[in-house]
């Protein structure tokens, strides 16, 4: 089973910043099996982006996904307030489980 | 509009059973794959499984095989997750989610794409 760790735990930034997330995996995957996930507090998650960079339907370009092997990022280009949230990543390999990482929040500095 | 809505919220006693339900619309709903993820309190995302409502085709993390059990009735478009025996650690948030196919003009890449409201599940004696 592949562990997905991201990384950092916290991130603390200001509107209109840049904000890096990684995930990296414990073993090289498919880049077309990595997807990412908003999730703000009482709320369902959001799908963000699937196959390390296409965005889902709606989704702001101001986010971004890319990486391959084992090592993926997921890009907030600049900071707007409805940001501030929990983002986790997934993995869809050849057959289940679909592992998440544990998740980085995103916090207002 | 594609929704997927879930049952509402329970509270139950160790040891009793429960069977909570997600109800899809506004597609194919025997073409999707639809999962169950649980998020225990001030926790993350964990993956539990999922299910094919096309074949009742079923796959389970290692985590949770033997512990819940996942169904379909397609003919009220409709996913269960059961317990038979509920334990204090079942208490948590249950979203089921779609797994949506993308197609990439190779292959089709995937993501949970819709998401029920979720179901808040509390055991506790």
């Known amino acids: 089973e592949i562990v997905l760790t991201q990384s950092p735990g916290t991130l603390s930034l200001s509107p209109g910043e840049r904000a890096t997330l990684s995930c990296r995996a414990s073993?090289?995957?498919?880049?077309?099996?990595l997807s990412w996930y908003q999730q703000k507090p009482g709320q369902a998650p959001r799908l963000l982006i699937y196959?390390?960079?296409s965005r889902a339907p709606g989704i702001p370009d101001r986010f971004s996904g890319s990486g391959s092997g084992t090592d993926f990022t997921l890009t907030i280009s600049r900071l707007e307030p409805e940001d501030f949230a929990v983002y986790y990543c997934?993995?869809?390999?050849?057959?289940?489980?679909?592992?998440f990482g544990q998740g980085t929040k995103l916090e207002i500095k | 509009e594609v929704q997927l809505v879930q049952s509402g919220a329970e509270v139950k006693k160790p040891g009793e059973s429960l069977k909570i339900s997600c109800k899809g619309s506004?597609?194919?709903?025997?073409?999707?794959?639809i999962g169950w993820v649980r998020q225990m309190p001030g926790r993350g995302l964990e993956w539990m499984g999922i299910?094919?409502?096309?074949?009742?085709?079923?796959r389970y993390s290692p985590s949770f095989q033997g512990q819940v059990t996942i169904s379909a009735d397609k003919s009220i478009s409709t996913v269960y997750l059961q317990w038979s025996s509920l334990k204090a650690s079942d208490t948590a948030m249950y979203y089921c989610?779609?797994?949506?196919?993308?197609?990439?003009?190779?292959?089709?890449?995937?993501?949970?794409?819709?998401w029920g409201q979720g179901t808040t599940v509390t055991v506790y004696s």
């Open positions: 997934q993995h869809f390999g050849n057959s289940p489980p679909y592992t």
């Open positions: 506004g597609y194919s709903f025997t073409s999707f794959w």
């Open positions: 989610a779609r797994r949506g196919d993308f197609w990439s003009g190779s292959g089709y890449y995937h993501g949970m794409d819709v």
């Open positions: 196959g390390t960079s």
């Open positions: 299910i094919y409502p096309g074949d009742s085709d079923t």
């Open positions: 073993q090289s995957v498919s880049s077309s099996s």
